[in-house]
């Protein structure tokens, strides 16, 4: 049975994510949102953890089975947004996550391959078949590829009955930096939104965004004055050059249930200078830290448009991999009910915490967090304290950290001062 919190408005399982999904009601969750574990990228040292498959295909076919019980329990209007990052096939370059955080040093920088990533990317079954199969059964991952797993887990998917809707790329203003001399710096992750059924519940007023200046300085034109484009339905266009309808238009206006768009209601419309336009599919969002994860937390600035868009009020939200708790404590501010699913006890208590120290007071949620993890309530380091306060890039960290040095000077602190190994 899972552990509620929040009055009832948040479950909590913890278990594993394939056989908790096949207790749940079919048809029962208006969105998901969620991130699984990265194929070959760390090791959380959890028995039956999934991203440890030994090939790609594996992967990819485990995933594919992880979701088919997701859209069962999905509603018929439902949407699932995944998020996915992509990684290069390595050989073996770091210590497993877990030991990482048992030596106290963890940095967060996913670089520990926990096996090597290089080779089959359909590796036989113990039954002589291939995971994965298909036609390209003996294609390899050699030594650099990028892998691509996003999109052969969203065309899987794609195949296995989902209608795949848009990928959504999210842009990351301050990305971990790379040493790499022959590539880019990798500064996005994809998000993929994907619907149960051809039609679905899209709330596209709830996410509209701003018009950029340009576009009211465009609609301010004299558009009847402008010549227009002749380029139109490949230069075919018999009727005259296509010109922009804007506010105000001097152009014929026909009947309305004429057929002819810029017709009398439609003039009318635009007589208003729009402020909104529906969001556009790149997203810059920050990623931010959480000091008791050892590993990726979900930006909640990223999933707030996946469940304003995907899920009414008052409707239920789903991740299957919830990790530390965004998901559902994003879904509990937007006023709808969540469910979270995660393998990792450790995780499971860390998200159940988070969630209860979110409802409190700052310093009343502080000392909650750290009584139920059992850390001590001293500041500890030279910068404790920032992650409990919104930091949007890298200058609002900066300045908070010299805001606690000051603060701890004031207070009779001793001030950090240069060591002489300090160069």
């Given at each position: 049975?899972?552990?509620?919190?929040?009055?009832?408005?948040?479950?909590?399982?913890?278990?594993?994510?394939?056989?908790?999904?096949?207790?749940?009601?079919?048809?029962?969750?208006?969105?998901?949102?969620?991130?699984?574990?990265?194929?070959?990228?760390?090791?959380?040292?959890?028995?039956?953890?999934?991203?440890?498959?030994?090939?790609?295909?594996?992967?990819?076919?485990?995933?594919?089975?992880?979701?088919?019980?997701?859209?069962?329990?999905?509603?018929?209007?439902g949407t699932l947004w995944l998020n996915y990052g992509?990684?290069?096939?390595?050989?073996?370059?770091?210590?497993?996550?877990?030991?990482?955080?048992?030596?106290?040093?963890?940095?967060?920088?996913?670089?520990?391959?926990?096996?090597?990533?290089?080779?089959?990317?359909?590796?036989?079954?113990?039954?002589?078949?291939?995971?994965?199969?298909?036609?390209?059964?003996?294609?390899?991952?050699?030594?650099?590829?990028?892998?691509?797993?996003?999109?052969?887990?969203?065309?899987?998917?794609?195949?296995?009955?989902?209608?795949?809707?848009?990928?959504?790329?999210?842009?990351?203003?301050?990305?971990?930096?790379?040493?790499?001399?022959?590539?880019?710096?990798?500064?996005?992750?994809?998000?993929?939104?994907?619907?149960?059924?051809?039609?679905?519940?899209?709330?596209?007023?709830?996410?509209?965004?701003?018009?950029?200046?340009?576009?009211?300085?465009?609609?301010?034109?004299?558009?009847?004055?402008?010549?227009?484009?002749?380029?139109?339905?490949?230069?075919?266009?018999?009727?005259?050059?296509?010109?922009?309808?804007?506010?105000?238009?001097?152009?014929?206006?026909?009947?309305?249930?004429?057929?002819?768009?810029?017709?009398?209601?439609?003039?009318?419309?635009?007589?208003?200078?729009?402020?909104?336009?529906?969001?556009?599919?790149?997203?810059?969002?920050?990623?931010?830290?959480?000091?008791?994860?050892?590993?990726?937390?979900?930006?909640?600035?990223?999933?707030?448009?996946?469940?304003?868009?995907?899920?009414?009020?008052?409707?239920?939200?789903?991740?299957?991999?919830?990790?530390?708790?965004?998901?559902?404590?994003?879904?509990?501010?937007?006023?709808?009910?969540?469910?979270?699913?995660?393998?990792?006890?450790?995780?499971?208590?860390?998200?159940?915490?988070?969630?209860?120290?979110?409802?409190?007071?700052?310093?009343?949620?502080?000392?909650?967090?750290?009584?139920?993890?059992?850390k001590t309530e001293d500041p500890g380091p030279l910068f404790a304290?920032?992650?409990?306060?919104?930091?949007?890039?890298?200058?609002?960290?900066?300045?908070?950290?010299?805001?606690?040095?000051?603060?701890?000077?004031?207070?009779?602190?001793?001030?950090?001062?240069?060591?002489?190994?300090?160069?």
């Amino acid at each position: 049975m899972p552990e509620t919190i929040l009055g009832g408005k948040i479950a909590l399982h913890c278990g594993d994510a394939l056989a908790v999904l096949r207790t749940l009601p079919p048809d029962h969750f208006h969105c998901v949102v969620t991130s699984p574990p990265y194929w070959g990228l760390r090791d959380y040292g959890v028995d039956g953890q999934l991203g440890l498959e030994q090939s790609l295909g594996e992967h990819v076919a485990i995933m594919t089975e992880v979701f088919q019980e997701v859209r069962r329990v999905l509603r018929p209007d439902g949407t699932l947004w995944l998020n996915y990052g992509d990684s290069y096939a390595t050989s073996v370059n770091g210590r497993s996550a877990a030991d990482t955080k048992a030596a106290g040093n963890d940095d967060r920088t996913f670089r520990d391959k926990p096996f090597s990533t290089i080779g089959p990317i359909h590796r036989g079954k113990r039954d002589g078949s291939r995971w994965g199969g298909g036609n390209n059964s003996d294609a390899t991952l050699k030594p650099k590829d990028l892998c691509g797993i996003p999109w052969r887990v969203a065309f899987a998917l794609q195949a296995d009955g989902w209608w795949l809707r848009q990928d959504i790329i999210w842009s990351k203003p301050n990305p971990m930096p790379e040493s790499i001399r022959d590539r880019f710096t990798k500064s996005h992750e994809y998000v993929f939104l994907l619907a149960k059924s051809e039609r679905y519940y899209f709330d596209q007023e709830a996410i509209l965004e701003d018009c950029s200046p340009s576009t009211h300085a465009r609609m301010s034109q004299d558009v009847a004055s402008k010549i227009g484009t002749f380029r139109a339905n490949g230069g075919a266009k018999t009727n005259g050059p296509l010109r922009a309808v804007t506010r105000g238009s001097t152009c014929k206006i026909a009947e309305a249930g004429s057929g002819i768009k810029n017709n009398s209601s439609m003039d009318s419309a635009l007589a208003i200078m729009s402020e909104k336009r529906n969001r556009r599919s790149v997203w810059e969002v920050t990623t931010q830290p959480f000091s008791e994860a050892h590993f990726a937390t979900f930006p909640p600035a990223l999933i707030e448009p996946c469940i304003l868009a995907g899920c009414p009020v008052g409707g239920e939200v789903l991740d299957p991999f919830g990790g530390a708790g965004t998901t559902a404590l994003v879904a509990a501010s937007l006023g709808r009910r969540a469910t979270q699913i995660e393998l990792n006890p450790e995780y499971c208590r860390l998200a159940k915490t988070r969630i209860e120290a979110a409802y409190m007071g700052a310093d009343e949620g502080r000392r909650h967090m750290a009584k139920q993890l059992g850390k001590t309530e001293d500041p500890g380091p030279l910068f404790a304290g920032i992650e409990y306060a919104p930091m949007d890039d890298m200058r609002k960290s900066i300045e908070l950290g010299f805001k606690v040095i000051r603060e701890r000077i004031a207070n009779g602190g001793e001030p950090w001062t240069p060591k002489s190994t300090d160069k």
